[in-house]
Structures are given as C-alpha cells and as structure tokens.
C-alpha cells in the first residue's frame, strides 16, 4: 500500500431500534382494549333497553312494549278532516261579542273521515249550539280553549259512535287552525 492512502471508512449500518415493535404491540393492545370497551357498552346498553320492569300488581311488563309495537307497525300519517268556519254570537258578557272559529279533527283514518263528512250538518249543529253557549271569558285562557277542544271532539265521538267519549273515539284530536273573538 502507498504511504499516503488512508485506510477506507467502513460504514456500519445500525438495526432499527427495537422500541417500534413494542410500540406496535402497545398500539394493538390499545385498540383491543378500546373495542373490548365499546363492546361491553353496547351490551349493556342493549340490555338495559330490553330490561323487563315488575309492576305494583306483580306482573311483568316489557319496558319497551309500546316502542316494539310502533316499530313494528307501519308508521301511518295522520288523517285530518277540516270543517268550515263557525261564526257564533257568544254570551253577552259586555255588549255583543261573537267567535270565528276554524277547526280541523285528526281522525283515527280515512274512514271515519269520510263519516264525518257524512256527519256534517249535524256535527256543525251540535258544535255551533255548544259555542253559542260560551262566554268570552271562558275561551281567552289556554285551558278554556284546551277544554273546548276537548268538549268538541266528545260532540264528534258522540255522534260517530254513541258512549265513546274522549280519545278513544273516532276523532283523536281538535285542533284550531283559527280563533278569534271580536
């Protein structure tokens, strides 16, 4: 060899350090730790959903009852049957005061929308003779006008079928699409 050649470098290639495997399996223990989690929620959330409650009598009723039967049942739009105005003088409380009212019922179907329509001069009978009959000051709260919705669709049940009173009759619902006492 010549005296002024220098030796040649050895070039010395490291190992990747060992601390990447462990993080990989670090990352997979956390990933099963985080699904065994996820999991266990679920469970019990599926769980309590489908919980069974104990009444007061002893029986045993499943908490979610209504909900499977809505489920399982088509969901059905409701039906409503709107009525033309009434326009009725109320009891004089201070001089002449009168009530325009427009109203729609939600009927259980189309049925019994088609009877109501078939019902309708005597329906508007019995509704305007129950209006006539009102004070102003009895319609202005909230809970006057709750009440007379509920006293009108007993009128329509009564009619429709005879000793069905309340919601469980033909017409569910009164609605007032229109209220105004002059």
Known sequence: MAKDAKPEAEVVVAAPPKKSKKLMIIIAAALVLVLLIGGAAAFFLMKSHNAQVVGEDGEVAAETAKSDKKKGAKEVAPVYVALDAFTVNLVPETGDQFLQLIISAEVADMRVGDRLKMYTPKLRNNVMM?????????????????????????????????????????????????????
């Open 130 to 182: 129950l209006l006539s009959g009102k004070k102003a000051s009895e319609l202005i709260t909230k809970e006057g006008k709750e009440t007379l919705a509920n006293e009108v669709r007993d009128q329509m049940n009564e009619i429709l079928e005879p000793g069905v009173k309340g919601d469980e009759g033909p017409v569910k619902e009164v609605l007032f699409t229109s209220f105004i006492i002059q």
